[in-house]
């Protein structure tokens, strides 16, 4: 039996239901979005259940408390490294033949942005993208580390997936809070409001010091599907947000269609790696 408030038998239970959702496209430019194949409403049981606590419980009083809670990055200094190997630690009840490992995920992500071209900046948001996925090892429930994100505050957007389960929370019924701009002002900045709480807000947190604004985005805004994919939230954006943005569309891909079955050799790629974080990040950063 799962504890109540964890659904998924594997955090990469919702990645799986993103590639339902965005299907890889044969060519890109050819015609059909994929909007066209998209259908939110298949989605297993236990997978929409997830959903449904995340939008029942993802308020502004929550989203107050979690920073609260978290930001002072009080809890842990570990190397980055180090926290890929703490992340491995997390035991789902998935089928361990089925499901690439934590450290996997990332290395094909960072792989597959390396084989590319791009730069070393760029690799290492690869890989360290979803580090923030650690909050589950601080005891946090799923609903609270993954998921679409949103914006809380202010209207929930009509593209976010099971919209219906937002009748379930408490702030649908504050009017500020549901109407369009909310508690913020227009052209604000998407700095400046609160996306629902997870592993990405969490994680930009924790490397903010030391990654380019490009970087940052990527991280901070991999899980805005309503945003980056689903055209949501422009009266909130400034200029900074728009340039961002393309950013964060061209992240997208690697994160999402670079799973393979085939692991990568983390012992081989290591050192690579290890020089690529050393150029960034110091020995020991707060979590
Ligand atoms: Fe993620
Ligand atoms: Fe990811």
Request: charged share 25%.
């Amino acid at each position: 039996m799962k504890p109540e408030g964890n659904p998924l038998q594997s955090l990469d239970q919702w990645d799986d239901d993103l590639l339902r959702r965005y299907p890889k496209q044969p060519d890109a430019n050819q015609g059909n979005t994929s909007e066209e194949f998209r259908s939110y409403d298949d989605a297993p049981d236990h997978v929409r259940e997830f959903y449904r606590l995340n939008h029942q419980r993802q308020t502004v009083e929550i989203n107050r408390l979690k920073r609260e809670q978290f930001l002072p990055l009080n809890r842990r200094q570990m190397g980055i490294w180090e926290a890929m190997e703490f992340l491995n630690t997390l035991i789902d009840d998935s089928d361990p033949d089925t499901n690439l490992s934590q450290i996997e995920h990332l290395l094909q992500t960072a792989e597959a942005i390396r084989a590319d071209g791009h730069p070393r900046w760029f690799i290492l948001t690869g890989l360290i993208h979803d580090l923030g996925k650690i909050l589950c090892l601080f005891d946090e429930p799923q609903w609270c580390v993954t998921g679409d994100t949103f914006v809380v505050g202010c209207r929930f957007d009509s593209s976010i997936v099971y919209h219906d389960f937002f009748q379930e929370n408490p702030d649908n019924l504050d009017p500020v809070f549901q109407s369009e701009l909310g508690i913020y002002t227009a052209n604000c900045g998407l700095r400046n409001v609160m996306l629902s709480w997870g592993h990405d807000e969490y994680m930009y947190n924790v490397c903010k010091d030391y990654l380019p604004d490009e970087g940052l985005a990527m991280i901070r805004y991999h899980s805005f599907y309503p945003w980056h994919s689903e055209g949501a939230y422009r009266h909130l954006m400034d200029e900074h947000d728009h340039k961002m943005l393309e950013f964060v569309k061209l992240f997208n891909p690697y994160d999402l269609y670079s799973k393979s079955n085939d692991p990568p050799d983390v012992e081989l790629l290591r050192p690579f790696y290890e020089d690529l974080i050393a150029d960034f990040f110091p020995s020991k950063i707060s979590w």
